[in-house]
């Protein structure tokens, strides 16, 4: 199966391995180049991420949708922001002038005080216990055609008909990220796809099958594909790469403090004095916490830099040796690949030219090598199953043919 590459724009450069770039909050012509480069370097999809202090990201999606053909849009949303069907009406409506190119992503909130700043006071388990409710209404709004209410603990109302439905039926793809036992629950339920942070290959093994369980246990018989982000450093050579990692590491440590309100606020970041309340950055400090490499590249210091905050854990080396650890996840079940660079604009260009092609080729020379393998197997002559039957052996066994 053809694994699905995600990239994230912003609408200024900039990341937690440089200073904040002096200029406007929103520059309207990098926000073109960023989408314009990803759509370019061959990515499936971008993320447009969200938070209290963000630009709204609905409108970065529609403006970088009428600036690109192909490129899908991966719009980060918040339940409890705005009323359910409103949302529903929103992301239908872009979902139309984006010709079918827009997935939400659905972010609860691990933050208390994050979410009290957009005047949610809701405790953790009322916020995934919302968002249950939430999305089954979404949902309902994206796909009724006759007038429907809802009573539930949440919200009520009465008489709902939405006038624009999605492009892409039934409904939007739904991503859902999280890393606890209530994520796992209701993402389990609801998701297309389930997103976790990039952690060493056993525990993300355990969060697959955790999600795997949860699906069942909702009743699916398919369970949601999976996406583990990261962040690759790229180099010629493996030197050149691990160079760039500790100058980026450095770089990162140097502007803990120095850019605090702007990434602890509007990019997830919450630097080392802060505990993080949510359970994805407690696992990424406590894979950090038992060494900085982890299998064949993963690197943590640079989430322990930045206390667990979001997409934070690196995978370094050479373009092919990033590709067999990107493989690597591939193979214990992951579809969707989620990169971003420290070097926002440039990295995306590089990762286009460089790293997708070696990943997709390897997925599309396996994929046909499983087709093959499927032809190889010779189907069982009439004749002989005939003769098995009347021998009372009933339908021989084909696995050894």
């Given amino acids: 199966m053809p694994v699905e590459f995600i990239g994230l724009i912003a609408t200024r450069p900039g990341s937690e391995a440089s200073s904040l770039t002096p200029g406007p909050v929103v520059d309207r012509d990098y926000t073109r180049r960023f989408a314009v480069a990803h759509e370019d370097a061959g990515f499936d999809r971008v993320l447009i991420g969200y938070s209290s202090g963000s630009v709204d990201n609905l409108q970065v999606a529609a403006y970088a949708a009428a600036h690109t053909e192909r490129l899908g849009y991966l719009v980060a949303h918040r339940p409890g922001v705005v009323f359910p069907t409103v949302a529903a009406r929103y992301f239908a409506s872009l979902d139309h002038f984006s010709a079918g190119r827009v997935a939400i992503h659905v972010i609860t909130g691990g933050s208390d005080a994050e979410q009290r700043r957009d005047g949610d006071y809701l405790s953790k388990d009322e916020r995934y216990a919302r968002t249950d409710e939430y999305l089954?209404?979404?949902?309902?709004?994206?796909?009724?055609?006759?007038?429907?209410?809802?009573?539930?603990?949440?919200?009520?109302?009465?008489?709902q008909l939405a006038g624009v439905l999605p492009v892409q039926q039934p409904h939007l793809p739904i991503y859902f990220g999280g890393s606890s036992e209530a994520a796992y629950r209701v993402g389990g339920r609801h998701a297309d796809?389930?997103?976790?942070?990039g952690e060493p290959l056993a525990e993300t093994a355990q969060q697959i099958a955790a999600v795997n369980a949860a699906a069942a246990a909702a009743g699916r018989d398919t369970p949601p594909r999976i996406s583990v982000s990261f962040r690759p450093i790229l180099g010629a050579t493996e030197e050149l790469a691990w160079e760039r990692a500790h100058q980026i590491l450095a770089s990162t440590r140097a502007n803990v403090g120095k850019a605090a309100?702007?990434?602890?606020?509007f990019r997830g970041f919450t630097g080392n004095r802060d505990a993080p309340q949510n359970v994805g950055s407690q696992r990424l400090?406590?894979?950090?916490?038992?060494?900085e490499l982890h299998d064949r590249a993963l690197w943590t210091p640079l989430a322990a830099?930045?206390?667990?905050?979001?997409?934070?854990?690196?995978?370094?080396?050479?373009?092919?040796?990033?590709?067999?650890?990107l493989l690597d996840y591939v193979d214990i079940g992951v579809t969707t690949l989620l990169i971003r660079g420290y070097d926002p604009l440039d990295d995306a260009i590089d990762y286009g030219r460089d790293l997708l092609p070696l990943v997709r080729a390897e997925v599309a020379r396996r994929d046909r090598g499983e087709a093959a393998q499927r032809d190889d197997v010779a189907p069982v002559p009439a004749a002989l199953a005939a003769a098995a039957t009347s021998a009372g052996g009933g339908t021989p066994d084909t696995t050894e043919l």
């Fill in 285 to 291: 400090l406590a894979a950090a916490a038992k060494g």
């Fill in 305 to 325: 830099a930045v206390g667990g905050g979001g997409n934070s854990t690196a995978l370094v080396g050479t373009p092919e040796t990033v590709a067999a650890a």
């Fill in 193 to 197: 796809v389930f997103a976790l942070w």
């Fill in 136 to 159: 089954e209404i979404v949902r309902r709004t994206w796909t009724a055609t006759e007038p429907f209410s809802h009573h539930g603990r949440y919200y009520q109302l009465e008489d």
């Fill in 261 to 265: 309100r702007y990434f602890k606020e």
